[in-house]
C-alpha cells in the first residue's frame, strides 16, 4: 500500500472519533450555557414583574413633587414634572394636574385638548362627576382660545410644498381652518423644492383670531436644477445597426470632457460608442448643460392679495332673519282723512267750529306691543380681524299690523367669541293702535279764552272714530349688537365667515312717540 492509500485509509478510520469528538464539545458547551441563560430568563421575568410598580411609585414621587411646585407658583419646573408622571403612569387625576398647571401657565390650548381627553378618559371609567367636571373647565375655557388660521392659496401651492406651525408639519387638509393655539409668539414656515424657504412669525393674544397668508415662494437660483434626459435621435436601422457610427454623439473632436472619437468617452469611429459623427453637440468644446423645463406648477404664481379670508381690506357680508318684540309707544299721530271731523274754541266774537285737517288735529293711541317677524344685513369691510365697518339694514312685520324699516351706519368689534357693535338708525316705522280720540289745536293767542288750553277734544261729523288705525312716523336712533360665534368657518373660498346668534336692541325717537324693538336672529357673516 502505498502512502496516499495510508492517508487515505488513516482519514477515514479517524473520522467517526472527530464527529464524535467535536458533539461533545459542543453539548458541553450548549450546557455550560444553560444555566446563565436560565438566570437571565428569571431576572428579566422578575424586571417586568416589578416595572409596573416601579413606574406606579415614581409617577407618584413626580406628581406630588409637581403639585408642591404649582402651588409655589413654579409652573415652569411643576408641569414638565406632571407631564412625566402621566407618561409613566397615565391616570385620569394626574392628566387632571396636568391640564391645570397647563392652564395657569398660560398654555390654553394645551389645556383645552387636555380637558377634552380627561372628559373622555372619565367617560371611559364612569366617572361622572369627573367628566361633567372635565366638560364645564373645557367649555369655560373654548371662551378664551385664540384661533389661528394658516392660508395657502392656489397660486402658493406648489408641487411639494411644506408648512409648518413651529416646526410641526400641517397637512393640506388643515389648510385655511382655525386652528385653537397657545397664547404667545408662534413660527410659521412654508418651504418647497426649488424655491427660496419662507419664514413669517405671528404673536397672539387671548380670545383673538388670526390669520397667516403664505406667499407665493420666489425661485431659488442657487438650487441645482434637475438634469433633463438626455434625447437620443433615432438612427435609420440600415445605417446604424449599432449605437453610435451615425448617431447624435457628443463631442466628435471635443477635448477634455467630449465624448467620441479623440476624448475618454464612449465610441471609436466606428465601435459602439455614441455617436463618432455627430455635428450637433459639442465639436469644439464641453457641451451645454440642458435646462430643466419648469412644470405649469413651478410657474411663477400671480399675486396672492386677497386670498385670505380674513384679511384687512376685505368685503363683509352678513345676512339673517331676525324676529323679536315691537314695542311702539307713539301717542298720537295721522290715521288719513280727518276732514270729516270738527271741533270748536271760543273766539273774542263767540264759538268757532272748526274743520280738522293734517295740520291742527292728530289722533291719541294706546301704545302698541306685538311680535314681529323680518331680517337684517350688514355690508362692509374688514379693517382689521377685529374690527368691521359698513351699514347695516333691519326690517320686518309687526303681527297685527305694523312694520319697521330702519338703516344706518355700523361698527362691529370682537372681542373673543363675541361682536359687539353700534348702529345709527333713521326710519319709518307703523303701528296698528288702538284710537283712543281726536284733538284740535287751538291758536295760542286764544288759549286765554280756553281757559288755557291748547287742544280740545274733536266731535265727529259722520260716523265714530275707528277702533284701531295705522299709525305711522319717522324715527331716529341706535341699536347695539352683541353676537355669539356658534362656528367659526374661516376658508380660502367665499363661504369663509362665521355663523352668529345676534341680538340688536333698538331704540328709537319718533316725531310722535318711542319705538322699542328687541330682535333675536341667526346670521352668517361672509368675510
Not at 362627576?129 to 397660486?155: F, I, S, W
Not at 392679495?305 to 315691537?326: D, Y
Not at 324715527?475 to 363661504?495: H, I, N, R
Amino acid at each position: 500500500m502505498n502512502r496516499q492509500d495510508a492517508e487515505t485509509s488513516e482519514n477515514l478510520l479517524s473520522f467517526p472519533w472527530r464527529s464524535f469528538r467535536r458533539g461533545l464539545f459542543r453539548e458541553a458547551a450548549r450546557r455550560a450555557r444553560r444555566p446563565w441563560a436560565r438566570i437571565a430568563g428569571a431576572a428579566l421575568a422578575l424586571a417586568l414583574a416589578v416595572s409596573p410598580d416601579v413606574a406606579f411609585a415614581q409617577a407618584a414621587a413626580l406628581l406630588d413633587e409637581g403639585k408642591a411646585l404649582m402651588k409655589k407658583g413654579k409652573l415652569a419646573e411643576a408641569c414638565p414634572k406632571i407631564e412625566e408622571s402621566y407618561r409613566l403612569s397615565p391616570r385620569s387625576a394626574t392628566l387632571l394636574a396636568l391640564a391645570t398647571c397647563h392652564e395657569k401657565q398660560g398654555k390654553l390650548a394645551t389645556a383645552w385638548s387636555e380637558y377634552i381627553d380627561l372628559s373622555a378618559a372619565a367617560r371611559k371609567e364612569g366617572n361622572k362627576r369627573l367628566e361633567a367636571d372635565a366638560k364645564a373647565r373645557g367649555a369655560k375655557l373654548e371662551l378664551r382660545l385664540p384661533r389661528l388660521t394658516v392660508n395657502v392659496p392656489r397660486a402658493a401651492a406648489v408641487e411639494g410644498i411644506e408648512v409648518t406651525l413651529d416646526g410641526a408639519p400641517l397637512d393640506s387638509s388643515i389648510w385655511g381652518q382655525a386652528r385653537p393655539i397657545d397664547p404667545g409668539a408662534h413660527k410659521v414656515s412654508a418651504s418647497a423644492p426649488g424655491r427660496k424657504t419662507w419664514e413669517g412669525s405671528v404673536s397672539i393674544k387671548r380670545g383673538e383670531r388670526k390669520a397667516v397668508a403664505v406667499p407665493a415662494l420666489a425661485k431659488d437660483g442657487s438650487a441645482a436644477p434637475e438634469p433633463a434626459p438626455a434625447k437620443e435621435a433615432a438612427a435609420p436601422a440600415a445605417a446604424a445597426p449599432e449605437k453610435g457610427a451615425a448617431g447624435p454623439g457628443k463631442g466628435a473632436a471635443g477635448p477634455g470632457t467630449g465624448k467620441g472619437a479623440a476624448g475618454t468617452g464612449k465610441g471609436a469611429a466606428a465601435g459602439p460608442g455614441k455617436g463618432a459623427a455627430a455635428p450637433e453637440q459639442a465639436a469644439a468644446g464641453p457641451e451645454e448643460p440642458a435646462q430643466p423645463k419648469a412644470p405649469p406648477s413651478a410657474e411663477e404664481p400671480e399675486s396672492t392679495q386677497g386670498a385670505s379670508p380674513g384679511h384687512s381690506g376685505s368685503f363683509v357680508l352678513e345676512v339673517g332673519a331676525a324676529g323679536g318684540l315691537l314695542v311702539g309707544l307713539m301717542d298720537s299721530g295721522s290715521f288719513g282723512d280727518l276732514s270729516a271731523y270738527s271741533y270748536s274754541y271760543n273766539v273774542p266774537e263767540g264759538e268757532l267750529i272748526a274743520p280738522c285737517n293734517d295740520d291742527v288735529c292728530h289722533a291719541s293711541f294706546d301704545p302698541a306691543i306685538g311680535p314681529f317677524a323680518g331680517g337684517q344685513a350688514f355690508v362692509g369691510v374688514a379693517l382689521s380681524e377685529q374690527l368691521h365697518l359698513g351699514a347695516r339694514a333691519l326690517g320686518g312685520y309687526r303681527f297685527g299690523g305694523g312694520y319697521l324699516i330702519v338703516g344706518g351706519p355700523s361698527a362691529s368689534m370682537r372681542f373673543g367669541r363675541l361682536w359687539l357693535g353700534l348702529t345709527g338708525l333713521v326710519g319709518v316705522v307703523g303701528q296698528q293702535a288702538k284710537v283712543t280720540g281726536v284733538k284740535g289745536e287751538i291758536p295760542s293767542e286764544l288759549a286765554d279764552l280756553n281757559y288755557g288750553r291748547s287742544e280740545v277734544d274733536v266731535t265727529a261729523r259722520e260716523g265714530s272714530l275707528p277702533e284701531t288705525a295705522l299709525v305711522e312716523t319717522l324715527a331716529f336712533g341706535g341699536s347695539v349688537e352683541v353676537s355669539l360665534v356658534l362656528a367659526d368657518l374661516p376658508s380660502s373660498s367665499w363661504t369663509s365667515g362665521a355663523l352668529l346668534l345676534s341680538t340688536w336692541p333698538t331704540f328709537m325717537k319718533g316725531l310722535d312717540g318711542l319705538v322699542i324693538a328687541a330682535p333675536v336672529g341667526l346670521s352668517y357673516r361672509f368675510y
